[in-house]
């Protein structure tokens, strides 16, 4: 069984920073990309960065320049570095893999949701 668990949100003021990590475990055989999505109140989730197998990064336009993507291969284990943060960056954040099983299988699976707030 593949888990995804995420860390590090919570209440921060605007201009802050967060670090959001998450790790993922069980019959992993490949990764193809690891991403965060964000979903505020009565909007649909959105993607906010991903990373591939390789490195490769993509980012939302409204979190360029402000927020990083990296991941520990050796670790499974994907990070959002978020900085200069927004009250509009407020949301729930999930993490999203997408991969290959032990068994050949495509994988993908969600966290279970961190809450960022951005508050004065």
């Known amino acids: 069984q593949v888990q995804l668990v995420e860390s590090g949100g919570g209440l921060v003021q605007p201009g802050g920073s967060l670090r959001l990590s998450c790790a993922a475990s069980g019959s992993i055989f490949s990764i193809n990309a690891m991403g965060w999505y964000r979903q505020a109140p009565g909007k649909e989730r959105e993607l906010v960065a991903v990373?591939?197998?390789?490195?490769?990064?993509n980012y939302a336009d409204s979190v360029k320049g402000r927020f990083t993507i990296s991941k520990d291969n050796a670790k499974n284990t994907v990070y959002l570095q978020m900085n200069s943060l927004k009250p509009e960056d407020t949301a729930v954040y999930y993490c999203n893999l997408d991969g290959v099983g032990s068994m050949g299988r495509h994988l993908e699976r969600w966290g279970q949701g961190t809450l960022v707030s951005v508050s004065s």
């Open positions: 990373i591939t197998g390789g490195g490769s990064t």
